[in-house]
């Protein structure tokens, strides 16, 4: 069972807050009792003054244990109010933050590739944490100044509700003020948001690509778009912090002015006996903290319609399904005994980079691909891991793979590119990361073996407890290369896609992973991109790609004998492998 996540049906911020209920519940008790029970407060207060004035001892104790005892009781029902507020947020923050990296790790990956870390990063965190507390804030204020505002009036009426009515008029001019601001300060803090997206983009490539950077003296020019972006945004904020700031000594103004009403008006039943000075002080007190909550308010309101520019970024990237990850990963993992391509078109942003490839491949089969730079082998092995729309038809065991579900066909198809990605975690841990159920120690030495990773593991400190670094930067890239192959050795997967998986390793290499493959492994169907045609002599078919299309199809010796490119390629290979 999931612990966070979207609450059931459509997921409004409404709907974030209720899924906790029962901490909603007994915040708002608290709250009603912190609000409502503390203008006994100010009233125990006004009687102890009059007790001290003139009572026997023993009543003035008893007036001070009345108003010790009502302050500690309401500020216990603030603590609990507090303490169930802050735990339903929490889980809310939580939810929101599950829900966006459900969303964005379940979209397509052609919609992914438009995206930027940095964007992202700051949805997540600076985003989700400005609508978090600013709705429990406005919460938190809704109890502890509308509430308390309407206890406070009710009192302050019962008093006297000439001069109540008189002194609080200023009350709904401050926040109308504070309403005449929204679209500004709208604008200001998705601006503000917007420059803290590229702003934490541009660090997050100044920091990826810093070598470069340095190797090509423009580290300069990079800090300089990212202190521009900082600049911007810093502006911006400021700009929004002045309007919600400037405006506050206006509203204490505005709500003070009822203070001297009060004042004059109750000095005057003082003085004509009317009131106690005891009875005076506590409306006073009263009036002077509904003033001061007057200015919470119109504060509250700035900052939510501030907040409402987050949300809108947050409800941009959460409105995608998450269908990778609502599939359920329950189901026996599929068999794949045959692999049939027909008239396969795929490509990028419209563009067209493959045309009507066709081929099949059976279990137990090596197929190589080849091809000269651009021919659309990278394409093709991207078409066939089901990650990308694509035109036409693959079909395993007659399914089409795009009819396959996600978590199915991530248990079926295994991929390692050229371009390896390693997480910063140990060699074991990058081997089996795409294995559910543990670490299978037979199964994780066979992987290593048909690797050729054994007597690299024998060099490393730590063998397979070795951390790789950031993106495997502790390793060479040959290390990297057969690290990744492992891996994909290890899911268990029917199809191996390796796209040019031997760049970075020596042909004696190469050739002991190939026969480990030849042997080992009759039971998948392994897809070998690779510039090497000299590795094809243990393929079963050899499929030559040019130009998007496949020019020349069928095994090593019948692609020989037809002395067609494949020939040409794979002579000057073997010439220059003598000659070294």
């Known amino acids: 069972m999931k612990l966070f996540g979207p609450p059931k049906g459509k997921e409004t911020l409404f709907r974030y807050l209720t899924k906790y209920m029962p901490q909603f519940v007994v915040s708002s008790i608290g709250g009603v009792i912190y609000n409502t029970a503390i203008v006994l407060g100010p009233i125990y207060m006004g009687r102890l003054i009059d007790a001290?004035?003139?009572?026997?001892?023993?009543?003035?104790?008893?007036?001070?244990?009345y108003f010790v005892g009502v302050t500690a009781f309401f500020q216990f029902?603030?603590?609990?109010?507090?303490?169930?507020?802050r735990d339903q947020f929490n889980r809310v923050a939580c939810d929101l933050r599950q829900t966006f990296i459900e969303r964005t790790l379940g979209r397509r990956l052609p919609d992914l590739e438009g995206e930027t870390v940095g964007d992202l990063m700051s949805?997540?965190?600076?985003?989700?944490?400005?609508?978090?507390?600013?709705?429990?804030v406005t919460l938190n204020e809704g109890w502890d100044t509308w509430l308390l505002m309407l206890s406070y009036l009710a009192v302050l009426l019962i008093y006297d509700w000439r001069i109540t009515l008189m002194a609080s008029i200023m009350v709904p001019i401050t926040v109308l003020l504070a309403q005449t601001a929204r679209h500004m300060l709208y604008r200001y803090s998705l601006s503000v948001r917007k420059m803290a997206s590229a702003s934490n983009s541009g660090l997050y490539r100044y920091l990826d690509g810093v070598s470069v950077l340095r190797l090509f003296g423009r580290e300069e020019s990079e800090a300089g778009g990212?202190?521009?972006?900082?600049?911007?945004?810093?502006?911006f904020r400021v700009k929004e912090l002045l309007l919600q700031q400037v405006l506050l000594p206006v509203y204490s103004l505005i709500a003070g002015l009822g203070i001297v009403v009060v004042i004059a008006l109750g000095g005057q039943k003082v003085a004509v006996g009317d009131w106690t000075v005891g009875t005076f002080n506590a409306f006073l007190v009263m009036f002077i903290a509904l003033s001061n909550r007057t200015r919470v308010a119109a504060r509250v309101?700035?900052?939510?319609?501030?907040?409402?520019?987050?949300?809108?970024?947050?409800?941009?990237?959460?409105?995608?399904?998450?269908?990778?990850?609502?599939?359920s990963v329950d189901d026996p993992r599929p068999n794949c005994s045959r692999l049939v391509v027909e008239d396969l078109s795929f490509g990028y942003s419209g563009t067209h980079v493959l045309n009507s490839v066709s081929f099949k491949a059976s279990k137990g089969q090596i197929i190589g691909i080849t091809g000269p730079v651009g021919s659309g082998k990278t394409s093709l092995a991207m078409a066939l891991t089901g990650l990308y729309p694509y035109q036409g038809s693959i079909r395993i065991d007659g399914v089409e793979l795009s009819e396959i579900a996600p978590a199915k066909r991530s248990k079926l198809i295994a991929y390692t590119g050229h371009e390896q990605f390693l997480f910063s975690m140990s060699v074991e841990e990058n081997i089996v990361f795409g294995s559910d159920g543990g670490m299978n120690a037979d199964r994780l030495d066979k992987a290593i073996r048909a690797s050729a990773l054994k007597e690299d593991l024998m060099s490393f400190d730590g063998g397979l407890a070795t951390t790789v670094g950031e993106k495997g930067v502790r390793v060479s890239g040959g290390q990297r290369q057969r690290i990744a192959l492992a891996r994909a050795v290890y899911s268990g997967s029917d199809i191996l896609i390796l796209d040019d998986p031997f760049s970075a390793v020596d042909i004696a290499t190469e050739q002991e992973i190939l026969r480990h493959f030849r042997t080992e492994f009759r039971d998948r169907v392994v897809v070998l991109f690779t510039h090497r045609v000299t590795s094809f002599v243990h393929a079963d078919r050899v499929i030559v790609l040019g130009n998007g299309s496949i020019t020349e199809q069928g095994t090593h010796e019948e692609l020989m004998r037809g002395r067609g490119v494949y020939s040409e390629i794979f002579s000057a290979q073997k010439f220059m492998e003598a000659e070294a």
Request: no cysteine.
């Open 123 to 136: 949805r997540t965190v600076g985003d989700i944490t400005e609508v978090v507390d600013t709705v429990m």
């Open 301 to 327: 309101f700035n900052r939510w319609h501030g907040a409402r520019a987050a949300w809108t970024r947050v409800q941009e990237k959460i409105r995608y399904p998450d269908a990778l990850l609502t599939e």
């Open 226 to 235: 990212i202190k521009s972006a900082f600049s911007d945004q810093a502006r």
């Open 77 to 85: 029902a603030r603590y609990v109010k507090r303490w169930y507020m």
């Open 52 to 65: 001290a004035g003139g009572a026997e001892g023993q009543v003035v104790v008893l007036s001070a244990l």
